[in-house]
């Protein structure tokens, strides 16, 4: 029954910079990896960035140097910041949770969008 809030999309200018937030509804007392996923238009979701519970990161290849996420475990929040933002990154982000000694636990937000424009 865990739910996933996103907060901190908007239109963000070529160059510019952004933060994202997500917060689960409820404590999370598993093992757990949290992290953000973006859909651009007409095009596959993707992964950007994930974080375990001990602090283990995993960047795509192409936000590598310009986004960083993070997690307050305590909180069960999940952050990602991003630099350098590029028109063709415009997309919906979501945050996104699995539990790996769940069976097929999979949670998403309903997404956040990030258009980069003029």
């Known amino acids: 029954q865990v739910q996933l809030v996103e907060s901190g999309g908007g239109l963000v200018k070529p160059g510019g910079s952004l933060g994202l937030s997500c917060a689960a509804s409820i404590s999370i007392f598993s093992l757990n990896i949290m992290g953000w996923y973006r859909q651009a238009p007409e095009k596959q979701r993707e992964l950007v960035a994930t974080?375990?519970?001990?602090?283990?990161?995993k960047y795509a290849d192409s936000v590598k140097g310009r986004f960083t996420i993070s997690r307050d475990n305590a909180k069960s929040t999940v952050s990602l910041q991003m630099s350098n933002l590029k028109p063709k990154q415009t997309a919906v982000y979501y945050c996104n949770l699995k539990a790996p000694l769940i069976p097929g636990y999979d949670t998403w937000g309903q997404g956040t969008q990030v258009p980069v424009s003029s």
């Open positions: 974080i375990t519970t001990e602090g283990n990161i």
